[in-house]
T-cell receptor
Framework: AQSVAQPEDQVNVAEGNPLTVKCTYS??????LFWYVQYPNRGLQFLLK??????LVKGSYGFEAEFNKSQTSFHLKKPSALVSDSALYFC????????????FGKGNQVVVIP | DAGVTQSPTHLIKTRGQQVTLRCSPI?????VSWYQQVLGQGPQFIFQ???????GRGNFPDRFSARQFPNYSSELNVNALLLGDSALYLC????????????FGEGSWLTVV
């Protein structure tokens, strides 16, 4: 069964400091990995994805994520957090060559403190 | 270009009633999926449709059904509503090809009272 873990409920970071949101997965094979962001009362916005290739993936709004196969992790990072980055972040996994079913983690609330 | 559009944005229903939610995918996208997001949780997969055929179904009761139309738009129907069906219902679309990004709409907020 697919499983995505986002171990922290909330991540607090001061504005201007580096931001990291952790994600690990426990699936076999070579899944596709995604990060989405959700602002209050809104849908999900795509940030970035890892399919294959370079382990460091760059996405929207200055975010990047590093795929680590040995640690089965896909942590989201941003070098310098903005107050506007305060939102709910979801990691998701999908198997290749199958349907478009995404399995999501529980989400991490990020609070950027001015 | 318009993104994934959903209607209605908010609705309130009474237990036992039926609801229909609608979704229009991004132009050119042939795959539509539905997700349920209960407050405080991540979205849960309900259905995927591609070329009007069901391609996947999540762990939801038969009260949930969906269909896709020739123009690739989709409807999600929920019968005999329960209080626990209160949630944000998200529609997502993607183009053909493995690894393509899945884009979400703003969702339909359903409250069952």
């Amino acid at each position: 069964a697919q499983s995505v873990a986002q171990p922290e409920d909330q991540v607090n970071v001061a504005e201007g400091n580096p931001l990291t949101v952790k994600c690990t997965y426990s699936v076999s094979g070579n899944p596709y990995l995604f990060w989405y962001v959700q602002y209050p009362n809104r849908g999900l916005q795509f940030l970035l994805k890892y399919i294959t290739g370079d382990n460091l993936v760059k996405g929207s709004y200055g975010f990047e994520a590093e795929f680590n196969k040995s640690q089965t992790s896909f942590h989201l990072k941003k070098p310098s957090a903005l107050v506007s980055d305060s939102a709910l972040y979801f990691c998701a996994v999908r198997f290749p060559y199958g349907n478009n079913r995404l399995a999501f983690g529980k989400g991490n609330q990020v609070v950027v403190i001015p | 270009d318009a993104g994934v559009t959903q209607s209605p944005t908010h609705l309130i229903k009474t237990r036992g009633q039926q609801v229909t939610l609608r979704c229009s995918p991004i132009s050119g996208h042939k795959s539509v999926s539905w997700y349920q997001q209960v407050l405080g949780q991540g979205p849960q997969f309900i259905f995927q449709y591609y070329e009007k055929e069901e391609r996947g179904r999540g762990n939801f009761p038969d009260r949930f059904s969906a269909r896709q139309f020739p123009n690739y738009s989709s409807e999600l129907n929920v019968n005999a509503l329960l209080l626990g069906d209160s949630a944000l219902y998200l529609c997502a679309s993607s183009s053909t090809g493995d690894g393509n990004t899945i884009y979400f709409g703003e969702g339909s907020w359903l409250t069952v009272v």
